[in-house]
């Protein structure tokens, strides 16, 4: 008898902790489902972060060519590409870009990169300089003007900061590419003035 009651109440026990736990799962549940208002301010959150990316982005970029064009006469020199392209009449051709490959600082291989026909000599300019005029704003601001000001503050930073970050970048990465092209054709350069290297034929 003893027996059956302890079952009985065993039982009970755990039907008792199965519903609490249900229940502590199904309240979890209904309180991280977002309500309509929620999902439309996530959908607002995205939107706002958007604008802020691009004005971010529109932003760095012009102050970011505003500090190279004040340093312009000194990039002229430090990259004057006009030493490294072969003329043939009315055709242009650029040196090629020799790279070298290091591993703990000892050069392991050298990759040239095939010269090219070019219309015009280029510059650092053509590497750094970013036209922003070519940036389409995503959408007017207007058409989200009277959502809630905290909302729009906070999404818009957090934008405008990923689009400052994404230019840093993006700097970052054609600074190297330009150092590269114009070191690898410095390199050249020399080797086919040590005659180590021919010059490249047109046909």
């Known amino acids: 008898m003893k027996k059956s009651i302890l079952s ?11 519903s609490v736990t249900y229940a502590e799962d199904l309240k979890v549940k209904t309180i991280s489902t977002p309500s309509a208002t929620e999902k439309n301010n996530e ?27 004040k340093d312009a006469k000194n990039l002229d020199k430090k990259y004057d590409f006009s ?28 990759e040239t990169k095939s010269s090219s026909f070019i219309e015009r000599i280029p510059t650092w300019k053509s590497y750094l300089i970013t036209d922003t005029s070519k940036f389409i704003e995503p959408f007017h601001s207007d ?34 590419q330009l150092n590269e092209d114009y070191n690898g ?18 046909f």
């Not at 009985?8 to 199965?18: A, E």
């Not at 058409?143 to 900061?161: A, F, R, T």
């Open 8 to 18: 009985v109440m065993t039982v009970l026990l755990l039907s008792s902790t199965v």
């Open 43 to 69: 959908k607002l959150a995205t939107k706002i972060q958007l604008y802020g990316y691009w004005a971010g982005t529109v932003s760095a970029y012009n102050d970011l060519n505003k500090k190279l064009m």
């Open 83 to 110: 030493h490294f392209v072969f003329k043939h009449g009315d055709l242009m051709l650029s040196y090629p870009v020799m790279v070298e490959e290091k591993v703990n600082g000892e050069i392991t291989n050298i």
């Open 143 to 176: 058409e989200i003007k009277d959502i809630d000001k905290k909302l729009w503050e906070d999404n818009s930073k957090i934008g405008w900061k990923k689009g400052e970050e994404a230019v840093e970048n993006d700097y970052k990465n054609k600074l190297k």
């Open 185 to 202: 054709m410095k390199k050249y350069a020399t080797l086919l003035k040590e005659k180590k290297v021919e010059e490249p034929s047109i």
